[in-house]
């Protein structure tokens, strides 16, 4: 098995909290452990904490997106589009040493791969919203 690059591990991030939109009586604990074992990612600390660290803190993350999501509950954004808000938000949250702005790209790259290509502009848009604001907080 090969080493995962950010990039590889960022969407295997994504797909598990894609996935975990489907499987709500399902414990994330037992949708890592399939993912694993049927992808073969590995013990990737990327993947782990990013996955586990947005389901242990959804109910902050989910006010930030309501704060910038002009109006839009969560359940109407697409599960694409929020799962990718949800790990860019985490990185921007609780990872410092990814720059606000590599996660923000990030994302918009997999809005564009996985997404319906008007969502890009609403989730720039959030994205950028949120970043703001998790930039001033740290510096107060």
């Keep these: 098995m090969a080493r995962l690059t950010r990039k590889e591990a960022r969407e295997e991030a994504f797909r598990l909290l894609f996935e975990t939109e489907f499987q709500k ?16 990612f590995g013990d990737n600390e990327y993947v782990k904490t990013v996955y586990f660290g947005v389901c242990e803190n959804l109910e902050k993350i ?28 985490y990185e921007m949250l609780y990872m410092e040493e990814i720059p606000a702005a590599v996660s923000l790209n990030e994302a918009i790259e997999l809005v564009k791969q996985f997404d319906d290509q008007k969502m890009k502009a609403f989730v720039n848009g959030l ?14």
Excluded: F
Excluded at 27 to 32: K, L, S
Excluded at 62 to 89: A, F, Q, Y
């Design 25 to 40: 009586d399902a414990a994330p604990e037992e949708i890592y452990a399939i993912a694993k074992e049927e992808r073969e």
């Design 62 to 89: 989910d006010e930030v997106i309501m704060r910038h999501s002009n109006g839009w509950k969560t359940s109407r954004i697409t599960p694409v589009s929020r799962s990718v808000i949800r790990l860019c938000i």
């Design 127 to 140: 994205l950028n919203g949120a970043k703001n604001e998790i930039e001033e907080s740290k510096k107060a």
